[in-house]
């Protein structure tokens, strides 16, 4: 979990997998196409993400159209 308060919690579904890490991922709520980027853990734990998977996001208050993917659901 991350310290930040800012942060802003969605879920979605992986669309479409980008080279580096990155995703591109419809979000639930919003019914919107973002990028997202695997966090540290995740890479460090090697979770693979496919397309089809659902993912919980977390969002700056800076850039809403780029998040940090932190839990595979």
Known sequence: M????????R???VE???PGGAFKVR???ED???RGQLSGKMR????????G???SMEFTP???????INRRL
């Open 16 to 18: 479409e997998s980008l």
């Open 27 to 29: 979000l639930v709520d």
């Open 62 to 68: 800076y850039d809403e159209d780029l998040g940090r």
């Open 53 to 55: 998977d659902r993912v």
């Open 11 to 13: 879920e979605g579904t």
């Open 44 to 51: 460090k734990f090697r979770i693979k993400i496919v397309p």
């Open 32 to 34: 919107r196409i973002v």
């Open 2 to 9: 991350s310290k930040n308060k800012d942060l802003t919690i």
